[in-house]
């Protein structure tokens, strides 16, 4: 095949539950790879906080919606003459198809690259996968659709039992079940069929309880196969692959097993004929002989089944490439654009090729984060819908030391493998031994009671291996309880992944004894490399863990460096953006001379790639790891004068930053903003004095310890008032309260939260919100730019549409906030990043003059930083770090104040996994609920507008059906919207209240009842399909989820339709179709541009 | 707590917790990179005289069977892993690698840093070690001085069969199909499962059998084993394979190959720490296609001598080492790599259906029907 010369490669759009910052990672890689190559790519994506989306990373990149008409109008642009699509998951490869069957590869001669479209569909479709693994006689399991009582028999004869049914288009999959005896089976097939708007039940043989494996293979276009990793699953199977413990490699296959399935998955790569990386998943009988589960005497099943292939690189293919070091998207890339993968160099040995096994000679655990912190009202069950937003993953020479520091990693309020939830206490059946976020804590905890391993097995699904090291765990947890601490207890539970926390709670010490112990007696980690081939060979690769072994391999990086700490696993607050800024500071330091150290714990992101740093620690960030990692670099601690290197904590977000007070107590440099600096801001009580001594006006409020302190406080400030904890990030705990009961119930979830630091009680205004960031450095202010919320105070930031510039602000609003801003950044002396929000509030009278409020400091890089960076050409990370090093504003190249505003609007807007998250209300308040984000740019505010709308699925189309449910003191803002929708063609249908005021207008409605009051109800009309949008605010802002608001919120989430629960989010996605509807026939309604041409503004 | 010692030629100790027998051993201290197979491996008499070592760090998780082996007994001197699994988990496991160990008496030792031991034998080479428990490590490495060295001895006749023998594990022999006689220097059973699952009779015989013996058990092919030690002194054997090319197609693997190598004028030499994994890539010359194989070889074939007929089908990826040879007149073919896997991959079968072509070629009317499995 003939090496293409220009490549369109297509990104995976905003962070979502279930495609996240592994498509970074894959989509970063693939750029470079085709550099590497010759090959000129060209890569689209809407997600602004992307290291890919980075301008010199690809060589052109557009941040446009991912739709067929706008790739169309690249491809006619650009004229590439290939397609990557595997790169950008499940989003690019359906782009492909969708590409392909509007004709549009064909008709500019495009060629598809990596995996062909016969491949995707024959993954996609059940039957054609199903025929095709038939064909290769690879066994899949039994599966029938039943209608009714013949076909459920019929199903029933061919499938046997147990079997699985799951009703068709059931809210949340509800009517389902398991049937393990006839009588069941005839009861959950008539409830499901009764449950299922279409009368359809699926029966699937069921596989619960058999061992998940997965298989990352990789293939070239001449047919060589090679695997380079497989998992094993510590839950078994019944809970979806990124919702499971995973180990690499697998611990309980022989190698007879090991072999079988590796064969399995190379058939399927080679049958499927991709040219790139493949997910393979199956399941294995754990026990053929005695299966429980088996099926009538007689009928053999086969020892294994495939369940699943992705034709692509995957989550699983970014875990599979950080826990072997092998760079599975790289090599797709290069594989993608012809070469073989023996021409392709292994960029780890630097002496062997791709083509080769990776060998590990370590275990590597990883755990996912979900959401639960944020939502405990939630679902926690966890089955087949994906519910987490990230994952950590660690990496040890014993399996427990490697589930400790994922434990560790996770940075769950500081939990370790000790905690239990207070309930559980009481008896045996409390703890929830099903699938949920917290099982691996109620497994220890029954472990701990005594707990029959064979009989938890059974029960769990978990295979005894891994029970068994569980027990090793508790077994250390009484010794440490009961004996004294000696040398060789003491190293052995830290081999075990017991932390200093852990063991000075269980043997009665603080952490900072048992790591003076660990120092009195020399037991300190080493550090090993991940090298792909354990130790055949000679690596060169800068990659490390931690490890209670002999022999050190991370000998101090020589001259110059600075430790860049990350931000750990994506979470709804914490997401890709603080990524993009740890690397682009590891980039920093590298430019300015230094060599870059990056401490990480998620394998998605493109911060853990090998070569984004000069040294790589795959490590918790908690105060433990980071100083064995600074100490280490300092020499290992064999020079107790040693100095250790310089921390920088100002990228990693609030993880980073919320370990500034004990670097800096335990005597390691921070560089950058101080952690007197980062206190000062933090602390609310210091703030407050702070901003009054400069006559900055915030909110009244006050910080309070008791609950007590907040009622009279509340009282003084008048209600509404809005309750949060210092030093959280994404607005945890945060709300809207509306009077004392509310309040009191806060405070208390507050606290908990805040562990001891004050809580923050604050005159609620629902102004303008406004956001900027800022670089300082000590005497000037750098402002590149400000951004406007759609959404006004009351939303938490993250979860906003901002714009860039402030379009809607008056040229005295932004003289007081670059005021503001400088006089901040100067007076807490920051050095580098710090953002800061302001709430803008209507005059009180008509001739008076709006007052700005500042509302919030973060003496850190933020969310936004990449958005900006992006639309202003300002490297805000780079110069932050330049200055950190010693580098004034000035130096650098840049004066004080507010940047040249730039030619062009950008709009973000947040993007939400809420039909992920069953039992989660999706109304925007304080607390952040989006899991990522889009950016629409362009010349104009509605075409920017249109576009970040389109991206973000909120657009509306003319001609469909709304649905309206505003609270009283909405129904005004309400008025010109319903006009405009009616003058767009939507039929417009309403609750009482809502109609009556529509019917007023003399505007054709239909009226619908309240949810239990009849039909058609106000679910009815989102189920059938008759709205295609919904428009609901929430009555008061702690809206119980036994309301009918809760019930429409989440029908309009499930039936994936938008739904707005903010009345100005509402009316941005109005006048944008306003604006198209006006501009209709004028030509294209937006831009589609290279993001440079934006910003140099050419026609 | 430390109770066993690992002693290195050059005065490197290790130590770490007894494993198995509490006997000594000594042997030539190897390393594999195969994260699966223990039982496989412990029991491929290609390890005869050697310490085996495996890199990846958790052993012995799926316990010990009755199935999985590749000769009658383990066949490794000593067993060191970083830890061995006391609480094994599998429907098919009958018993602890510690058991096992013991049964065969043989020792091993766990807890010691096995990356720092594989980085020792990959920077300074591949050396005599030994096992102790009632020693220091100054009397042990004494003793160990006084030891033969690893490639001074033969131990091809410790682990080659006593007397030949038919092979079906089913029971049933396949009376139609093609007889292979197998040359046992070593061989593993997978060898002989292969061959017979392919439809063959097989009849394996001991190490000294000569090449009129073999002939004289009508053959339609002869398959040359792997087996342990420096191919340099095994005369015998050799004398053999000469006396087989052009009588009957061969069919040569791991040491068998390098016997043929010698035979076809080339020499072989030692490799500074050989190649033992299941993850060793090789390219077939003549396709270009490469295959991930399962390797355990310490001796490689120079190429530099070969007769002009003999052409290197096969070429390690990684190093460029001799991996296969195919002779233009001859039916012979050698691979330096284990296709019959056990552990490790099974992607090289293939290669046993290309022999029993070339065998069907070469006897058309001797076997009774051309059957395959």
Same mark, same amino acid.
């Given at each position: 095949?003939?090496?293409?010369?220009?490549?369109?490669?297509?990104?995976?759009?905003?962070?979502?539950?279930?495609?996240?910052?592994?498509?970074?990672?894959?989509?970063?890689?693939?750029?470079?790879?085709?550099?590497?190559?010759?090959?000129?790519?060209?890569?689209?994506?809407?997600?602004?906080?992307?290291?890919?989306?980075?301008?010199?990373?690809?060589?052109?990149?557009?941040?446009? &919606?991912?739709?067929?008409?706008?790739?169309?109008?690249?491809?006619?642009?650009?004229?590439?003459?290939?397609?990557?699509?595997?790169?950008?998951?499940?989003?690019?490869?359906?782009?492909?198809?969708?590409?392909?069957?509007?004709?549009?590869?064909?008709?500019?001669?495009?060629?598809?690259?990596?995996?062909?479209?016969?491949?995707?569909?024959?993954?996609?479709?059940?039957?054609?996968?199903?025929?095709?693994?038939?064909?290769?006689?690879?066994?899949?399991?039994?599966?029938?659709?039943?209608?009714?009582?013949?076909?459920?028999?019929?199903?029933?004869?061919?499938?046997?039992?147990?079997?699985?049914?799951?009703?068709?288009?059931?809210?949340?999959?509800?009517?389902?079940?398991?049937?393990?005896?006839?009588?069941?089976?005839?009861?959950?097939?008539?409830?499901?069929?009764?449950?299922?708007?279409?009368?359809?039940?699926?029966?699937? $043989?069921?596989?619960?309880? %058999?061992?998940?494996?997965?298989?990352?293979?990789?293939?070239?276009?001449?047919?060589?196969?090679?695997?380079?990793?497989?998992?094993?699953?510590?839950?078994?199977?019944?809970?979806?692959?990124?919702?499971?413990?995973?180990?690499?490699?697998?611990?309980?296959?022989?190698?007879?097993?090991?072999?079988?399935?590796?064969?399995?998955?190379?058939?399927?790569?080679?049958?499927?004929?991709?040219?790139?990386?493949?997910?393979? $998943?199956?399941?294995?009988?754990?026990?053929?002989?005695?299966?429980? %589960?088996?099926?009538?005497?007689?009928?053999?099943?086969?020892?294994?089944?495939?369940?699943?292939?992705?034709?692509?690189?995957?989550?699983?293919?970014?875990?599979?490439?950080?826990?072997?070091?092998?760079?599975?998207?790289?090599?797709?890339?290069?594989?993608?654009?012809?070469?073989?993968?023996?021409?392709?160099?292994?960029?780890?040995?630097?002496?062997?090729?791709?083509?080769?096994?990776?060998?590990?000679?370590?275990?590597?655990?990883?755990?996912?984060?979900?959401?639960?912190?944020?939502?405990?009202?939630?679902?926690?069950?966890?089955?087949?819908?994906?519910?987490?937003?990230?994952?950590?993953?660690?990496?040890?020479?014993?399996?427990?030391?490697?589930?400790?520091?994922?434990?560790?990693?996770?940075?769950?309020?500081?939990?370790?493998?000790?905690?239990?939830?207070?309930? %559980?206490?009481?008896?045996?059946?409390?703890?929830?031994?099903?699938?949920? #976020?917290?099982?691996?804590?109620?497994?220890?905890?029954?472990?701990?009671?005594?707990?029959?391993?064979?009989?938890?097995?059974?029960?769990?699904?978990?295979?005894?291996?891994?029970?068994?090291?569980?027990?090793?765990?508790?077994?250390?947890?009484?010794?440490?309880?009961?004996?004294?601490?000696?040398?060789?207890?003491?190293?052995?539970?830290?081999?075990?992944?017991?932390? #200093?926390?852990?063991?000075?709670?269980?043997?009665?010490?603080?952490?900072?004894?048992?790591?003076?112990?660990?120092?009195? %007696?020399?037991?300190?980690?080493?550090?090993?490399?991940?090298?792909?081939?354990?130790?055949?060979?000679?690596?060169?690769?800068?990659?490390?863990?931690?490890?209670?072994?002999?022999?050190?391999?991370?000998? &101090?990086?020589?001259?110059?460096?600075?430790?860049?700490?990350?931000?750990?696993?994506?979470?709804?607050?914490?997401?890709?953006?603080?990524?993009?800024?740890?690397?682009?500071?590891?980039?920093?330091?590298?430019?300015?001379?230094?060599?870059?150290?990056?401490?990480?714990?998620?394998?998605?992101?493109?911060?853990?790639?090998?070569?984004?740093?000069?040294?790589?620690?795959?490590?918790?960030?908690?105060?433990?790891?980071?100083?064995?990692?600074?100490?280490?670099?300092?020499?290992?601690?064999?020079?107790?004068?040693?100095?250790?290197?310089?921390?920088?904590?100002?990228?990693?977000?609030?993880?980073?930053?919320?370990?500034?007070?004990?670097?800096?107590?335990?005597?390691?440099?921070?560089?950058?903003?101080?952690?007197?600096?980062? #206190?000062?801001?933090?602390?609310?009580?210091?703030?407050?004095?702070?901003?009054?001594?400069?006559?900055?006006?915030?909110?009244?409020?006050?910080?309070?310890?008791?609950?007590?302190?907040?009622?009279?406080?509340?009282?003084?400030?008048?209600?509404?008032?809005?309750?949060?904890?210092?030093?959280?990030?994404?607005?945890?705990?945060?709300?809207?309260?509306?009077?004392?009961?509310?309040?009191?119930?806060?405070?208390?979830?507050?606290?908990?939260?805040?562990?001891?630091?004050?809580?923050?009680?604050?005159?609620?205004?629902?102004?303008?919100?406004?956001?900027?960031?800022?670089?300082?450095?000590?005497?000037?202010?750098?402002?590149?730019?400000?951004?406007?919320?759609?959404?006004?105070?009351?939303?938490?930031?993250?979860?906003?549409?901002?714009?860039?510039?402030?379009?809607?602000?008056?040229?005295?609003?932004?003289?007081?906030?670059? #005021?503001?801003?400088?006089?901040?950044?100067?007076?807490?002396?920051?050095?580098?990043?710090?953002?800061?929000?302001?709430?803008?509030?209507? &005059?009180?009278?008509?001739?008076?003059?709006?007052?700005?409020?500042?509302?919030?400091?973060?003496?850190?890089?933020?969310?936004?930083?990449?958005?900006?960076?992006?639309?202003?050409?300002?490297?805000?990370?780079?110069?932050?770090?330049?200055?950190?090093?010693?580098?004034?504003?000035?130096?650098?190249?840049?004066?004080?104040?507010?940047?040249?505003?730039?030619?062009?609007?950008?709009?973000?807007?947040?993007?939400?996994?809420?039909?992920?998250?069953?039992?989660?209300?999706?109304?925007?308040?304080?607390?952040?609920?989006?899991?990522?984000?889009?950016?629409?740019?362009?010349?104009?505010?509605?075409?920017?507008?249109?576009?970040?709308?389109?991206?973000?699925?909120?657009?509306?189309?003319?001609?469909?059906?709304?649905?309206?449910?505003?609270?009283? $003191?909405?129904?005004?803002?309400?008025?010109?919207?319903?006009?405009?929708?009616?003058?767009?063609?939507?039929?417009?249908?309403?609750?009482?209240?809502?109609?009556?005021?529509?019917?007023?207008?003399?505007?054709?409605?239909?009226?619908?009842?309240?949810?239990?009051?009849?039909?058609?109800?106000?679910?009815?009309?989102?189920?059938?399909?008759?709205?295609?949008?919904?428009?609901?605010?929430?009555?008061?802002?702690?809206?119980?989820?036994?309301?009918?608001?809760?019930?429409?919120?989440?029908?309009?989430?499930?039936?994936?339709?938008?739904?707005?629960?903010?009345?100005?989010?509402?009316?941005?996605?109005?006048?944008?179709?306003?604006?198209?509807?006006?501009?209709?026939?004028?030509?294209?309604?937006?831009?589609?541009?290279?993001?440079?041409?934006?910003?140099?503004?050419?026609? | 707590?430390?109770?066993?010692?690992?002693?290195?030629?050059?005065?490197?100790?290790?130590?770490?917790?007894?494993?198995?027998?509490?006997?000594?051993?000594?042997?030539?201290?190897?390393?594999?990179?195969?994260?699966?197979?223990?039982?496989?491996?412990?029991?491929?008499?290609?390890?005869?005289?050697?310490?085996?070592?495996?890199?990846?760090?958790?052993?012995?998780?799926?316990?010990?069977?009755?199935?999985?082996?590749?000769?009658?007994?383990?066949?490794?001197?000593?067993?060191?892993?970083?830890?061995?699994?006391?609480?094994?988990?599998?429907?098919?496991?009958?018993?602890?690698?510690?058991?096992?160990?013991?049964?065969?008496?043989?020792?091993?030792?766990?807890?010691?840093?096995?990356?720092?031991?594989?980085?020792?034998?990959?920077?300074?080479?591949?050396?005599?070690?030994?096992?102790?428990?009632?020693?220091?490590?100054?009397?042990?490495?004494?003793?160990?001085?006084?030891?033969?060295?690893?490639?001074?001895?033969?131990?091809?006749?410790?682990?080659?069969?006593?007397?030949?023998?038919?092979?079906?594990?089913?029971?049933?022999?396949?009376?139609?199909?093609?007889?292979?006689?197998?040359?046992?220097?070593?061989?593993?059973?997978?060898?002989?499962?292969?061959?017979?699952?392919?439809?063959?009779?097989?009849?394996?015989?001991?190490?000294?059998?000569?090449?009129?013996?073999?002939?004289?058990?009508?053959?339609?092919?002869?398959?040359?084993?792997?087996?342990?030690?420096?191919?340099?002194?095994?005369?015998?054997?050799?004398?053999?394979?000469?006396?087989?090319?052009?009588?009957?197609?061969?069919?040569?693997?791991?040491?068998?190959?390098?016997?043929?190598?010698?035979?076809?004028?080339?020499?072989?030499?030692?490799?500074?720490?050989?190649?033992?994994?299941?993850?060793?890539?090789?390219?077939?010359?003549?396709?270009?296609?490469?295959?991930?194989?399962?390797?355990?070889?310490?001796?490689?074939?120079?190429?530099?001598?070969?007769?002009?007929?003999?052409?290197?089908?096969?070429?390690?990826?990684?190093?460029?080492?001799?991996?296969?040879?195919?002779?233009?007149?001859?039916?012979?073919?050698?691979?330096?790599?284990?296709?019959?896997?056990?552990?490790?991959?099974?992607?090289?079968?293939?290669?046993?259906?290309?022999?029993?072509?070339?065998?069907?070629?070469?006897?058309?009317?001797?076997?009774?029907?051309?059957?395959?499995?």
């Amino acid at each position: 095949m003939n090496k293409p010369d220009k490549v369109l490669i297509i990104g995976s759009g905003p962070i979502v539950i279930g495609q996240a910052a592994e498509f970074d990672y894959a989509g970063t890689q693939a750029c470079k790879a085709m550099r590497e190559e010759g090959v000129t790519s060209v890569l689209v994506n809407s997600n602004p906080a992307t290291i890919m989306t980075d301008e010199g990373v690809a060589d052109v990149v557009y941040i446009e &919606p991912i739709t067929v008409e706008v790739i169309t109008r690249i491809i006619e642009r650009e004229r590439p003459d290939a397609i990557l699509p595997t790169l950008g998951g499940q989003t690019g490869l359906n782009m492909a198809v969708a590409l392909h069957d509007a004709g549009v590869l064909e008709k500019h001669n495009v060629r598809l690259l990596g995996t062909p479209l016969e491949a995707i569909r024959k993954a996609e479709d059940r039957e054609l996968f199903r025929t095709m693994l038939e064909e290769i006689g690879e066994p899949v399991p039994l599966s029938m659709i039943v209608t009714d009582e013949a076909s459920a028999r019929a199903a029933l004869d061919r499938i046997g039992l147990p079997a699985v049914v799951r009703p068709a288009y059931t809210l949340g999959g509800t009517g389902g079940g398991i049937a393990h005896s006839l009588d069941e089976y005839a009861r959950i097939v008539e409830g499901g069929l009764r449950a299922s708007p279409i009368t359809q039940v699926l029966v699937e $043989q069921s596989l619960l309880g %058999w061992k998940e494996v997965e298989y990352e293979v990789m293939r070239d276009a001449v047919g060589n196969v090679i695997t380079v990793c497989n998992m094993e699953n510590f839950d078994a199977m019944g809970v979806h692959t990124g919702d499971s413990i995973v180990v690499a490699p697998s611990q309980t296959l022989s190698d007879k097993e090991y072999q079988m399935l590796r064969s399995a998955s190379l058939n399927i790569i080679s049958a499927l004929g991709i040219e790139g990386g493949c997910n393979v $998943q199956l399941a294995l009988a754990p026990n053929p002989e005695t299966t429980p %589960w088996a099926v009538e005497p007689g009928r053999v099943l086969p020892p294994y089944y495939v369940i699943e292939v992705n034709p692509r690189v995957s989550r699983s293919s970014a875990l599979a490439s950080k826990a072997t070091g092998y760079p599975i998207a790289r090599v797709a890339s290069k594989i993608a654009v012809g070469r073989t993968l023996d021409e392709i160099p292994n960029a780890v040995t630097r002496k062997t090729t791709a083509a080769f096994e990776p060998a590990l000679d370590y275990v590597v655990v990883k755990i996912p984060r979900w959401p639960f912190d944020k939502f405990p009202f939630g679902d926690r069950a966890l089955g087949t819908q994906m519910k987490a937003t990230g994952e950590v993953m660690a990496v040890d020479r014993t399996f427990e030391g490697a589930l400790q520091k994922a434990v560790r990693s996770l940075e769950i309020g500081g939990r370790s493998l000790l905690w239990e939830d207070p309930a %559980w206490k009481e008896g045996h059946d409390e703890r929830p031994l099903h699938p949920t #976020d917290e099982r691996l804590w109620s497994i220890m905890a029954a472990v701990r009671r005594g707990a029959d391993l064979t009989a938890l097995s059974r029960q769990t699904g978990v295979d005894l291996w891994f029970l068994h090291k569980l027990d090793n765990i508790v077994s250390m947890e009484k010794r440490l309880l009961a004996e004294p601490l000696t040398p060789a207890l003491l190293r052995r539970a830290k081999r075990l992944g017991f932390s #200093d926390v852990q063991i000075g709670t269980l043997a009665d010490r603080l952490p900072e004894q048992v790591r003076g112990l660990r120092e009195q %007696w020399g037991i300190r980690p080493v550090y090993k490399m991940v090298d792909t081939c354990a130790a055949e060979f000679d690596a060169a690769t800068p990659y490390f863990y931690s490890s209670y072994e002999q022999e050190n391999e991370a000998l &101090p990086e020589p001259g110059k460096k600075a430790l860049v700490i990350g931000s750990g696993p994506i979470r709804i607050g914490q997401g890709i953006e603080f990524d993009y800024c740890s690397v682009h500071a590891a980039w920093a330091l590298g430019r300015a001379g230094y060599r870059s150290i990056m401490a990480n714990s998620n394998p998605e992101t493109v911060s853990t790639d090998f070569d984004t740093s000069d040294r790589l620690y795959f490590e918790p960030l908690d105060e433990e790891s980071v100083r064995d990692i600074l100490e280490n670099e300092a020499g290992g601690g064999e020079d107790a004068d040693a100095e250790l290197p310089a921390s920088i904590v100002q990228f990693g977000g609030q993880t980073a930053i919320n370990l500034a007070s004990a670097l800096h107590a335990a005597g390691a440099p921070i560089i950058g903003s101080s952690s007197e600096t980062i #206190d000062l801001a933090e602390d609310r009580r210091r703030f407050e004095a702070f901003l009054g001594e400069l006559g900055i006006p915030q909110p009244p409020g006050a910080a309070v310890l008791q609950v007590e302190d907040a009622i009279t406080t509340a009282a003084t400030l008048g209600y509404p008032v809005l309750v949060r904890p210092s030093y959280v990030l994404g607005g945890r705990a945060m709300e809207i309260v509306q009077n004392p009961t509310e309040l009191a119930r806060f405070v208390q979830q507050a606290a908990e939260v805040s562990r001891g630091k004050p809580i923050l009680i604050d005159k609620y205004l629902e102004g303008k919100e406004v956001e900027v960031d800022a670089i300082c450095d000590g005497e000037r202010v750098l402002i590149p730019g400000i951004m406007e919320h759609i959404e006004r105070a009351g939303v938490h930031s993250g979860d906003s549409m901002a714009v860039y510039p402030g379009v809607h602000l008056t040229a005295a609003e932004v003289d007081v906030i670059v #005021d503001y801003t400088t006089r901040i950044g100067l007076a807490l002396d920051v050095r580098g990043l710090m953002n800061v929000q302001y709430v803008i509030m209507p &005059p009180e009278s008509a001739a008076g003059a709006t007052s700005v409020y500042v509302i919030e400091v973060n003496p850190r890089g933020s969310r936004t930083v990449p958005f900006l960076s992006k639309v202003t050409g300002v490297p805000m990370v780079r110069a932050a770090v330049h200055i950190m090093l010693g580098q004034s504003l000035r130096e650098q190249g840049y004066e004080g104040g507010l940047w040249p505003r730039q030619p062009l609007v950008a709009v973000k807007a947040p993007v939400f996994s809420m039909s992920k998250l069953i039992g989660v209300d999706t109304y925007l308040g304080p607390e952040m609920k989006s899991t990522g984000e889009v950016m629409g740019i362009d010349a104009t505010f509605p075409a920017a507008l249109a576009k970040a709308l389109l991206s973000a699925d909120l657009a509306l189309a003319p001609g469909g059906g709304v649905l309206l449910s505003v609270a009283d $003191q909405h129904k005004t803002s309400l008025l010109p919207m319903i006009h405009h929708l009616h003058d767009a063609g939507f039929r417009l249908y309403a609750t009482e209240g809502t109609a009556g005021m529509i019917g007023a207008l003399g505007l054709p409605v239909t009226q619908v009842t309240k949810r239990l009051q009849g039909h058609p109800n106000v679910l009815d009309v989102i189920q059938d399909g008759s709205v295609t949008c919904v428009i609901n605010t929430p009555e008061g802002r702690y809206t119980g989820t036994l309301r009918d608001g809760f019930y429409i919120r989440r029908a309009a989430t499930e039936k994936r339709i938008p739904c707005f629960t903010s009345i100005d989010t509402a009316r941005a996605a109005v006048d944008a179709l306003v604006a198209a509807m006006t501009h209709r026939g004028a030509g294209p309604a937006y831009q589609v541009r290279p993001l440079a041409e934006y910003r140099d503004g050419g026609a | 707590m430390s109770d066993a010692l690992l002693v290195l030629e050059d005065g490197t100790a290790f130590a770490g917790d007894a494993l198995g027998a509490r006997v000594r051993a000594h042997g030539e201290v190897v390393f594999t990179t195969a994260m699966t197979g223990y039982q496989e491996a412990l029991t491929d008499p290609s390890f005869a005289g050697q310490v085996l070592v495996m890199t990846y760090p958790l052993q012995g998780n799926y316990g010990i069977n009755r199935d999985d082996i590749e000769s009658r007994r383990i066949q490794a001197r000593a067993f060191v892993v970083r830890e061995d699994c006391d609480t094994p988990s599998h429907w098919r496991s009958s018993g602890t690698l510690d058991a096992y160990l013991r049964e065969n008496d043989i020792p091993g030792i766990a807890g010691i840093d096995t990356r720092a031991l594989t980085r020792t034998l990959r920077t300074a080479g591949v050396m005599m070690g030994t096992l102790t428990h009632d020693e220091t490590a100054e009397q042990a490495l004494g003793r160990l001085r006084d030891l033969p060295a690893y490639g001074a001895t033969d131990f091809v006749p410790w682990v080659s069969a006593r007397e030949a023998y038919g092979y079906a594990d089913d029971g049933a022999s396949a009376a139609g199909g093609r007889h292979i006689v197998v040359l046992d220097l070593g061989v593993k059973y997978n060898i002989l499962r292969v061959l017979h699952r392919l439809g063959c009779r097989v009849t394996a015989v001991p190490c000294h059998t000569s090449a009129e013996e073999v002939l004289a058990l009508a053959p339609d092919g002869v398959l040359l084993s792997p087996g342990p030690g420096d191919p340099a002194l095994l005369d015998y054997a050799m004398q053999a394979a000469r006396g087989l090319v052009g009588k009957t197609p061969l069919m040569g693997i791991c040491l068998g190959h390098q016997l043929l190598g010698e035979v076809f004028g080339a020499r072989t030499y030692k490799l500074k720490f050989g190649h033992r994994g299941a993850n060793h890539p090789v390219r077939d010359e003549a396709t270009g296609r490469v295959y991930v194989t399962a390797q355990n070889h310490g001796y490689a074939v120079d190429d530099a001598g070969l007769d002009a007929d003999v052409v290197v089908s096969h070429r390690n990826v990684n190093d460029g080492t001799v991996e296969g040879l195919t002779h233009r007149r001859e039916a012979v073919m050698t691979i330096q790599y284990h296709a019959e896997a056990s552990p490790g991959p099974l992607d090289s079968m293939y290669l046993f259906e290309r022999f029993l072509a070339m065998v069907g070629e070469a006897a058309p009317t001797t076997a009774a029907s051309g059957r395959r499995a």
